[in-house]
């Protein structure tokens, strides 16, 4: 392939496409952004999001607008009918882990738009009604064909990048298998204006014999968000109406609906795909996994997918580290997917499940189970862990190494906080960079010069101590904010590291005028 169009095409504009393309674009690397789709989406079933998504919004810049636009869930209500069970509070669950220590919810819709807004800001322009028609990878690079409004391109680019759906065209192009199943049950969403005894600053889940339904305000509109199983009597509808189920979701959730804003079914897959990678081309967020809604996983997911390429595709992009760093996205995501689909399926079960005993279980423990687990310092920290995915390791990657007090090679960075700021403040560089929580030895100091990496020096602290960071320990922090190494102040190992991977830091951002600056919809 003697020249490119673009670097990198990304196939799908949802949260996971949306953040790729913005971390690409922050870190200099020429995009084009396509989606069969008129316009963003105008519903939406997502709605937690996500500490550890939180986190990675920060490096980039759209945190604030992002926490602006959505809920700090104060509290979770669990009701079984006609009652309260459980009050399990959400405003500060995670103290101590993360600087987003609370449970957050935003529309889907409403944070597409918010990405949206940022992308275009940068320049890059979202090219609508585009479809993917083939691609074929040659010449070191990928030769894509695209239609809109029946007119074909063919342009050339590095990487294809398929965040496009459960129906993924360029997995199927691939060839990849998509194993797993279908459950059983429909699943509704609404968005509802009504009435009942909600939780204006929190989440409902409503518990019972029949499931689980989830209510939820949308900070916009001051509307209800109504997510919940669809009674088994018509599931098998051949089109289900809130008209035939609007009584049994005003009974099983306490919400009197005044006015039915929008209404949607769906059906939940579990699926993971064989591959994550081929060649030239990846595959993210629910194109390579879907799952079930449990605990809120799958919209953060792929964006955790999307934060973990976007990093290595411009490094190894821009000559700052080997060809064979792009093979740690399917090791590490792929890994982690497997395990996230076990332990939603299970939980999925739990709370949607039709046995007898399932149905008391909902309704008479498990939300007092749950309470009783949060109500403890131990079981909060680690109930948020596995919720707000800060707990999300790589530890058996070829890209971790080493282990210093309660932090292994592939931990997420622990965050410690220091006054008004904290040690996730640097992570905005998108850059590697060496972190020492203590005293540097000056030939240590002097051997991470010479290799051009950042390094940050922190004082020691009890907030350190906390977090299982050991004092005078040095740890190399990826640009994702996950450790590679732990170790002592030993340059050899972390010469060794560089050299394998060819790393090289990020020095002057390419010109603008390298960027899909101008690129829209023609």
Same mark, same amino acid.
């Given at each position: 392939m003697s020249a490119l169009d673009t670097e990198v095409l990304i196939v799908g504009a949802g949260p996971t496409g949306l953040t790729l393309a913005l971390w690409l674009v922050r870190l200099g690397v020429d995009i084009r952004i396509i989606d069969k789709s008129a316009g963003p989406g105008e519903t939406s079933r997502a709605l937690a999001v996500q500490a550890r998504t939180l986190e990675f919004h920060r490096q980039i810049g759209v945190v604030d607008d992002v926490l602006e636009a959505g809920i700090h869930l104060e509290q979770l209500t669990?009701?079984?009918?006609?009652k309260v069970s459980a009050i399990i509070p959400l405003s500060r669950f995670g103290e101590g882990v993360s600087r987003y220590a609370y449970a957050f919810a935003l529309p889907q819709d409403i944070h597409e738009r918010v990405l949206i807004a940022h992308l275009e800001e940068a320049g890059v322009h979202i090219e609508r009604q585009t479809e993917l028609v083939g691609f074929e990878e040659r010449d070191n690079g990928v030769s894509v064909t695209t239609s809109r409004k029946g007119v074909e391109k063919t342009f050339r680019t590095r990487y294809i990048c398929g965040c496009d759906g459960a129906r993924s065209t360029v997995r199927h192009a691939l060839g990849i298998g998509f194993p797993g199943g279908t459950y059983d049950q429909s699943f509704y969403v609404a968005d509802v204006d009504g009435e009942g005894e909600v939780t204006r600053n929190g989440m409902d889940v409503c518990l019972g014999s029949y499931g689980f339904a989830l209510v939820m305000p949308v900070r916009q509109t001051g509307s209800l968000r109504l997510i919940g199983v669809v009674p088994q009597a018509h599931e098998r509808d051949p089109v289900i109406t809130f008209e035939a189920i609007s009584s049994e979701i005003e009974?099983?959730? +306490?919400? $009197?609906?005044?006015?039915?804003n929008w209404f949607s079914t769906y059906r939940v897959h579990h699926r993971v795909a064989d591959r994550f990678r081929v060649g030239c081309a990846f595959l993210l967020g629910d194109a390579g996994h879907i799952h079930s809604p449990a605990g809120g996983q799958g919209m953060n997911t792929g964006i955790g997918d999307a934060v973990n390429l976007a990093w290595?595709?411009?490094?190894?992009?821009? +000559?700052? $580290?080997a060809a064979s760093l792009l093979d740690t996205y399917e090791t590490e995501r792929l890994t982690f997917a497997r395990v996230l689909i076990k332990s939603t399926d299970q939980a999925f079960k739990l709370v949607s499940g039709r046995s007898w005993l399932l149905g008391l279980w909902r309704r008479y423990a498990m939300a007092k189970v749950i309470s009783a687990i949060t109500r403890t310092k131990i079981g909060s920290r680690a109930f948020f862990a596995l919720i707000s995915q800060t707990g999300i390791h790589y530890r058996s990657s070829a890209l971790s190494s080493g282990r210093a007090g309660g932090v292994q090679g592939g931990d997420r960075l622990p965050w410690v906080p220091l006054g008004q700021s904290d040690n996730h403040a640097c992570l905005i560089a998108l850059d590697w960079q060496v972190h020492v929580y203590g005293e540097v030895e000056s030939a240590f100091r002097a051997a991470i010069s010479r290799l051009g990496i950042p390094l940050h020096r922190f004082d020691w602290s009890t907030a350190a101590a906390r977090a299982g960071l050991v004092k005078n320990t040095a740890y190399l922090v990826r640009p994702d904010g996950h450790v590679a190494i732990a170790a002592g102040q030993d340059a050899a190992a972390f010469e060794r590291f560089i050299d394998t991977f060819a790393i090289k830091p990020r020095h002057i951002e390419r010109p603008a005028a390298l960027r899909s600056s101008t690129r829209t919809a023609v």
């Open positions: 669990a009701r079984t009918p006609r009974r099983n959730t +306490g919400v $009197a609906v005044k006015a039915l290595k595709l411009a490094a190894v992009l821009q +000559g700052r $580290a």
